[in-house]
């Protein structure tokens, strides 16, 4: 009997204290669960209270799901308040789903406001789009409202000056000033800076080449700057040209009498060969005629043996007698006679 009674008694304690012990599990549970809210909305708690302060509608709730998508809400609160204060109204998904595409949320946030103050129109989307395109929408606002002066040529290129030939032949050294703003509506595709700089540049010799001498161009310089501002060069490119100065203009050299010396040179150079392929052909020619000469003589030598041999062989057969021979031989004595008078060289036949 004690012992089921004190059987009992264990039951009872052991289901008390299974009870205690799962109230306390529950209970460290819902402590921690408390303490994590308490945390989380400590750590929001004041960027809610500066967006209510500041009138800027982003609720406890908008920032604890911040938090809970990996968004900076500190970025997003002070993107927010700003635009509020300047007057803009852009709502929090907007500034979110920028942040999320990997957008820089200050910097398009600090862009809109100086595009309002300076009563540029440019919606968010428009804003956007130029910084997830890679190019900064806060330095194109900026030169939209103060314009920008680019060097032609740029000194990075390496190039002091654009250098153009007049009809005459003289070349002329210029650099020049190119005054643009950015063009806000061809940001996105527009071409860049290095496009503009090519453009004049171009501009810059083609105006002076069409120049009838370098003098017009050294008295009346903005001839180039109406020249190239006529072509239109900004189109299709993120600026406005507003103006082309010439800021130095300089004569370089006379390419015309240096490409006339070369030519006069080429011809000389042509005109020797050509002498010295005809003096080749009659030192050749010389050498030909000499050797037909010998093979005369030759022949000639050949044909004088054959005389004694005739003549001997006429007195064998009768046809020469001796009269005859010393008759032949009293000419050829006065023609040797007359030949020594005169000069010449005397031949002799045996």
Known sequence: MWEQLLNAGVVQVLGAAGVSVGLIVLLIIIAIVVLVVLVTVGNVFKLWLQALT???????????????????ANVITKAKVSLVQAGLQITTPQLESHFMAGGRVPNVARAMIAAHRASIEMPWDQAAAIDLAGRDVLEAVQTSVNPRVIDVPNANSGRQTHEGVAKDGIQLSVKARVTVRTNMRQLISGA?????????????????????????????????????????????????????????????????????TAQAEATKNIAQAEAEKR?????????????????????????????????????????????DYYRMKNIQADTQMRETIGGGEATSVH
């Open 54 to 72: 500041a009138g800027a509608d982003i609720s406890i709730w908008n920032l604890i799901g911040m938090r809970l998508r990996r968004v900076d």
């Open 192 to 260: 860049g800076e290095e496009t503009v700089v090519a453009r004049v540049g171009e501009g810059i010799v083609a105006a002076i080449g069409s120049a009838d001498t370098y003098k017009h161009v050294l008295e009346q310089p903005d001839m180039i700057s109406k020249t190239v501002l006529a072509k239109g060069l900004d189109a299709g490119t993120a600026f406005q040209i507003l103006s082309i100065d010439i800021a130095d203009i300089d004569v370089s050299e006379n390419i015309g009498a240096k490409l006339q």
């Open 279 to 323: 003096r080749a052909l009659a030192v050749a020619l010389e050498q030909e005629n000499k050797a037909l000469a010998q093979l005369n003589r030759a022949k000639v030598i050949e044909a004088e043996i054959q005389i004694p041999l005739a003549m001997a062989d006429a007195f064998r057969s009768g046809h020469l007698g001796i009269m």
